[in-house]
C-alpha cells in the first residue's frame, strides 16, 4: 500500500529511488490479460475505481471486483444485470460490505474498514421524469461514495414547469455547489434550471425518446445547442461521468469553503 511505501521512506528504510520504483509497480496490476487495474486512481485524481460490467464475462467481472477491493477497500460496479450482482454477492467474504442501488444498477463492494471521508461539497440532482431517474440514481451513487451531501428532487420536466420552483429554490437555499440536470426528450430542463442559478449545471441527456431524433440524440443535440451560459452537456446516459465531474467540482469548492 503507498502509506507503507511512505512510511518506510520516512524511516529510512527506503531510499526515494526504491520507494519511486515500488510505488510505480503498485499503480497497475495485470490480471492474466484480462484487465489492467488502477488501484491509485482515486489518490490520483480523486475519483474512485469504476467497473463496467456491461459485456464482461462473470468470472472476469468477479476476478477484477474481489482484486481491486483487496487493494483499494472499495469498488463500484456500474451497469449490472440481476446474474452478475448475484455472483458477486456469492464471491464476497462474510465481513465484506455489499450495497446495491437497485434503479440504477449499481453495485458498491467494500471491506468492512472503508469508511467514507465527508468533503463538504454539496450537489443537487434534477430530472425531468421518473424514466430519467435510473441516470439520476448513478450520478448519486459516485458522488455520495465521493463524500458528497446530494439533493435529488424528481419529475419537474417542462410539461409541467411550475413543479421545478420549489425543488429549485430549495437547491439555492441549501447552498449546492453545482446541480445535475438529467432529461429526455427536447432537454429543455436543463436550460431552463441554468438560466435561474449562479451555479455551474451539468446537463446529462437520457435514451428516453422516440421517432426523430431517438434514443436520445435529439436530447444531446438540444442540450448542446443551449442558450444558457454556465452549462455543461456530458453523453447519452452518462450519469456515472456527470457524478464524478459535478463531485471534483463541489469537492473542490468545499475545501476553498473550509479555508
Known amino acids: 500500500m503507498l502509506k507503507d511505501i511512505l512510511e518506510k521512506t520516512v524511516k529510512g528504510e527506503l531510499t526515494t529511488e526504491e520507494a519511486e520504483k515500488l510505488i510505480r509497480l503498485q499503480a497497475i496490476a495485470e490480471l492474466e490479460d484480462v ?5 491509485n486512481r482515486e489518490q490520483r485524481k480523486g475519483i474512485p475505481e469504476v467497473i463496467l460490467a456491461e459485456n464482461k464475462s462473470m468470472s472476469d467481472l468477479v476476478e477484477i471486483t ?12 456500474s451497469r449490472c444485470n440481476q446474474e452478475q450482482l448475484l455472483a ?13 442501488n437497485q434503479k440504477a444498477k449499481i453495485a458498491v463492494v467494500k471491506t468492512s474498514a472503508f469508511k467514507i ?22 450520478a448519486k451513487v459516485i ?6 451531501e446530494v439533493y435529488t428532487s424528481y419529475d419537474l ?11 429549485l429554490k430549495d437547491l439555492i437555499i441549501k447552498d449546492v455547489d453545482i446541480i ?10 436543463c436550460s431552463v434550471v441554468a438560466g435561474m442559478v449562479n451555479v455551474p449545471v451539468i446537463a446529462v441527456p437520457t435514451s428516453n425518446s422516440y421517432g426523430f431524433g ?24 452518462a450519469g456515472v461521468a456527470a457524478g464524478a465531474v459535478a463531485t471534483l467540482i463541489a469537492n473542490r469548492a468545499a475545501k476553498f469553503r473550509k479555508r
Open 117 to 138: 471521508k465527508c468533503s463538504g461539497g454539496r450537489i443537487g440532482i434534477l430530472t425531468a421524469g421518473t424514466s430519467d431517474i435510473p441516470i439520476a440514481e448513478e
Open 157 to 167: 420536466g417542462v410539461a409541467g414547469i411550475h413543479r421545478l420552483l420549489s425543488p
Open 88 to 100: 458477486l454477492k456469492e464471491a464476497l467474504p462474510p465481513d465484506a460490505v455489499f450495497q446495491v
Open 35 to 39: 484487465a489492467r487495474i488502477d488501484f
Open 214 to 237: 431517438e434514443k436520445g440524440v435529439s436530447t444531446l443535440m438540444a442540450m448542446l445547442q443551449s442558450c444558457s451560459l454556465g452549462l455543461a452537456v456530458v453523453n447519452i446516459d
Open 66 to 77: 474481489m482484486r481491486m477491493m483487496r487493494e483499494s477497500g472499495r469498488v463500484i460496479v
Open 180 to 189: 445535475i440536470v438529467i432529461a429526455g426528450r427536447e432537454g429543455a430542463l
Open 143 to 148: 458522488a455520495e461514495e465521493m463524500g458528497c
